[in-house]
């Protein structure tokens, strides 16, 4: 009667730790990846009242097994469904992530590392990524700045949000590419001021500029000048270059020639003094100095300031070229060529072509003045250029030479060549061969876009993150608005050989046991094993509210049961101590 009585003693405490098991589950039925327990029973020991015997061959008689009373149950194990995959629960904040499969974070509270499941992550004030419940630090593996690849070695805290990863570096744009049609009936391809396209690019500093390259037709309808005009600041302003500087751009500063046949012809309310004045209703309007480098003014006595002369010379023969009737601008003015009588050999007298330009600026005395080389007029063969000649095939309209070059069809943009001032820039490589010849209805649609075809050398401005993201295997990038994106680390998981063996440290923590294996320090990248990473998702518990229910009806019942062991065991002892009656 003893023998039940506590029989049934061990019922009752081994199904009220059965209880305990199930409502700490029920508990826990919306802890973030919380993972169920479950609990077997075993037996006691039993008494053995007669061992079994065999046999007997020479009575005949049969063998006996033993005779066992067992003396209760136990609790056997209490095991964790650690490896069953909770459903997901959608949040939409990026830094909560869920895992799928089998591998663990790992944390770390700055002296040991710890175990979890639970993805809900936010960045601290240091740039760290931690936990939102106890504010550990996420480990992971940082980018090799020599590779810019992850670097798989010993697990460290990511820092997302440092002070490097807040912006991305500017870059200098380093090539770009020409495309489209260049219709020779465009009234803008054969007018004075030919085509213009502009460029936008960026130095090293990322700073942004725009340049303005022209293509004017020649006599020749295939064949094409390709030139600088002008380079502008982000805010609209002209950069000073120097004359010399603007030749040299594109070409190398190499002068050439354009057939381009031209009259230009003095008005007739404009003539030249005795002086070389530009006189228009007998009102002087253009002074001619004795200064080379600025040899004409609208004012006289002309000003002693350099930039005021520059500005005066820029205005005088702006008026000249009006004079003359020029439709062009005052620059492509000065790129005429003109007839000119000069000096041979032998003290005989040449013809040469020469640009209004170089009569302008004549320092040396070897051409004629102004007044003289022009005087009410002139046939100009052509025009001087400083660029590249651009060729078509008049059959296929398909672009058949750069410069002369009919094998790359590049052009060469040569900013960080012009020396101090320019050390920011670098140099551009045009690619042309996209630019086509057809007839597009007198529309050209030509047009240039920093970077090659693929998107490479385009170069940047100092780029602000605005995003970061986590890739299903980890890696955390961030966006910055200059379109850039950038590694930052990757997020390193842990994998057991028996993850049931992890023990339970609390706020969804695990620590390593023997059992479980022991963690390398290292980790393992999650895609290895056919795991992945979800973001904006948790896992909820993967506790089954059906089968934790049903399980608790089955425990009340043994718990009954085994109470009434004990009431009808106390029965039979009294009964026995009432036999002294």
């Not at 213009?196 to 942004?208: A, E, K, Q, V």
């Not at 007029?377 to 078509?392: D, H, L």
């Not at 101090?420 to 670098?426: A, R």
């Amino acid at each position: 009667m003893m023998r039940s009585l506590y029989s049934g003693v061990a019922g009752l405490k081994t199904h009220q730790t059965k209880m305990d098991v199930i409502g700490n589950n029920i508990a826990n039925v919306n802890t973030t990846a919380y993972k169920s327990s479950s609990i077997t029973f075993s037996d006691l020991m039993s008494q053995t009242t007669q061992k079994a015997s065999g046999p007997n061959a020479s009575t005949g008689t049969g063998g006996i097994n033993a005779r066992q009373i067992g003396l209760g149950v136990r609790a056997g194990a209490i095991n964790v469904n650690i490896t069953g995959q909770g459903a997901s629960q959608s949040t939409g904040n990026p830094f909560d992530i869920m895992i799928n499969g089998e591998n663990f974070f790992v944390v770390s509270n700055g002296q040991e590392n710890f175990f979890t499941r639970d993805g809900s992550f936010y960045v601290d004030g240091a740039g760290n990524l931690a936990m939102t419940s106890t504010g550990y630090n996420v480990m992971g593996w940082g980018v090799d700045e020599t590779t810019g690849n992850i670097k798989q070695d010993t697990v460290t805290a990511l820092r997302i949000m440092s002070a490097a990863n807040m912006t991305y570096p500017p870059e200098a744009t380093s090539k770009a590419y020409i495309s489209g049609i260049l219709d020779k009936n465009d009234t803008d391809v054969t007018s004075a001021n030919g085509k213009t396209i502009n460029l936008n690019f960026f130095d090293n500093l990322g700073y942004s500029y725009t340049a303005r390259l022209t293509f004017k037709q020649s006599t020749d309808p295939n064949k094409y000048s390709m030139e600088f005009t002008k380079l502008l600041d982000s805010q609209g302003n002209e950069v000073e270059m120097t004359d010399a500087q603007m030749k040299s751009v594109l070409g190398g500063g190499i002068a050439q020639t354009q057939e381009s046949p031209t009259t230009i012809s003095l008005n007739n309310n404009y003539s030249w003094d005795a002086s070389g004045n530009l006189v228009a209703n007998n009102e002087i309007i253009a002074y001619a100095t004795d200064n080379t480098d600025y040899p004409y003014s609208t004012v006289s006595p002309a000003p002693t300031d350099t930039a005021e002369m520059a500005a005066e010379n820029e205005k005088a023969i702006a008026l000249i070229a009006k004079a003359y009737g020029y439709e062009g601008a005052a620059s492509e003015f000065q790129n005429l060529l003109i007839p000119v009588e000069v000096a041979g050999e032998n003290g005989t007298t040449i013809t040469k072509n020469v640009s209004i330009n170089d009569i302008i600026y004549d320092s040396a005395g070897a051409y004629p003045s102004l007044d003289t080389a022009l005087g009410a007029g002139a046939e100009s063969p052509g025009r001087v250029f400083y660029g590249y000649e651009v060729e078509f095939d008049s059959d296929t309209g398909k672009i058949v030479s750069v410069g002369g070059n009919s094998t790359t069809f590049t052009s060469a943009f040569n900013l960080a060549d012009l020396g101090e001032g320019f050390t920011n820039f670098s140099n551009i490589e045009i690619d042309m061969s996209n630019v086509s010849m057809y007839d597009n209805k007198g529309t050209s649609t030509i047009g240039a876009t920093s970077g090659d075809v693929n998107g490479l050398g385009t170069g940047r401005r100092l780029g602000d993150m605005i995003g970061v993201s986590v890739q299903n295997n980890g890696m955390i990038y961030a966006s910055y608005d200059n379109g850039m994106t950038k590694l930052l680390g990757q997020i390193a998981s842990a994998s057991f050989a028996n993850a049931s063996g992890l023990e339970r440290a609390g706020d969804n923590l695990y620590s390593a046991t023997l059992n479980s294996g022991e963690f390398d320090g290292v980790g393992v990248d999650i895609t290895a094993n056919g795991g992945y990473m979800s973001t904006g998702q948790l896992e909820m518990s993967n506790v089954d509210l059906s089968s934790e229910f049903t399980e608790m009806i089955t425990t009340q019942r043994g718990f009954q049961a085994n109470s009434r062991i004990i009431t009808v065991s106390d029965t039979l002892l009294e009964e026995l101590t009432n036999l002294k009656r």
